[in-house]
């Protein structure tokens, strides 16, 4: 060999004017990698500040892991021919391209349906009103049937016993079905977008976090293009006379596949929570100063500005419908500071409550703290209606 003279090696995959299973590899693969780094992010944001994770979490988790196997499946496929010349490849490649897209294609709805749960999850923590909570109710099952529905009809897509067989004739038309299930998929996918909107504007906090919070639940819409461009290459690709050779049908799948899981993490991810403080994405409220840390099992308390102690219940159950599942709330502001305007930063919720008690109980004091300014003071409660801000 002479000075200077560089052999090339061997490649695992070539991209040529036959084989284009190259791209959709790369493409997979890099799809895989983001999804599984933004998976791993919202995980650590969600461990670093409440410690605990929800379903929300466990779901995604669950989408991310089929995610990876969709991907898995189909760069399989590539290997074995998925994106070359129909003519150049046998009948025994040809079987095992058939049989690895058929997989994808049953992984590809899973990650789909996990991860429209996980955001749904997440939703039904923002919730508080019972009409919200019917809303994502009846969404939710909607996504249920859609994913029951996919996967029974890509399962027995073409007879048995080899319904992964799509290059035979004794499917059914697989055009009409994808097409019927992308436009409901669509559907649910607008109403993950604008059900946050309904639900956080309701809320008490101000317009401009509003519109932050809800714009992390606007990235859905990029899951929404990607779902009509796989549509749109899906007629390309079945009326293509070689169904191994198109790779951008198969590819839009990926990028859907992918794009779902990811978006699913951005709700959960730091700025959005910073930005909806106070416990709404299941942040640790005691980490946030100038918010009141909220627990769920104790009866609900005065509310001092100035002392960080929480006294201890009287005894009377204010709520109306005589639950003994109760809220405390209790100032985290350090004992001597100053209210810096820090409810700016919190989301509350004002409710009427109207208060019913024997002639026994004719008021309920609250004594302050022995550091308030006026030692003397008392807040009684009217037997009328008790107006109070719930922090959610």
Sequence with gaps: MSKGTYIEGFRHATVSPDDHGAILQIVAWF?????????????????????????????????????????????????????????????EHIHEVEKNVYASTLLYILTIALAKASTLLLISRLATAKLHLRTVQALSGVVISWTIAA????????????????????????????????????ATDLGLILLPGWVVWDLRMHWGRKVVVVSAFLFRAVVIAAQITRLVFLRQWAAS???????????????????????????????????????????SLSQMAGTYNLSHDVPMQSLSRRSNRTPK??????????????????????????????????????????????????????????????????????????????LL
């Excluded at 995604?60 to 129909?86: D, P, T, Y």
């Excluded at 399962?155 to 048995?160: G, I, P, S, T, V």
């Excluded at 169904?243 to 839009?252: D, E, N, Q, R, S």
């Excluded at 004719?362 to 409660?381: F, L």
């Design 31 to 91: 799809m895989l990698v983001v999804m599984v780094l933004a998976t791993v992010l919202r995980l650590l944001i969600r461990f670093t500040t409440s410690h605990i994770p929800g379903f929300d979490d466990v779901f995604v988790s669950l989408a991310m892991l089929s995610g990876v196997g969709e991907v898995v499946a189909i760069s399989i496929a590539a290997n074995e021919g998925l994106g070359k010349r129909q003519d150049l490849l046998d009948a």
């Design 241 to 283: 006379s070689d169904l191994m050779y198109p790779i951008a049908f198969h590819t839009a799948v990926v990028m859907q596949t992918t794009l779902a899981v990811i978006v699913a993490c951005i709700p959960a991810l730091k700025p959005f929570m910073d930005r909806a403080s106070s416990g709404l994405m299941g942040v």
């Design 313 to 390: 219940g009287n005894g009377h159950n204010l709520r109306p419908d005589g639950s003994e599942n109760h809220v405390t709330i209790s100032s985290s502001t350090k004992k001597g500071e100053e209210d810096d305007g820090s409810e700016k930063n919190m989301i509350q919720k004002t409710t009427d409550w109207d208060i019913q008690y024997s002639d026994q109980d004719q008021a309920i004091r609250r004594r302050e703290s022995p550091d308030a300014d006026d030692s003397t003071a008392h807040d009684v409660i009217t037997p009328d209606v008790v107006r109070g801000h719930t």
């Design 151 to 186: 996967i029974f009809g890509s399962a027995f897509q073409c007879e048995m016993p080899r319904p992964w067989h799509f290059l035979s004739t004794s499917c059914f038309n697989i055009t009409t079905f994808w097409y019927a299930m992308g436009a409901i998929d669509i």
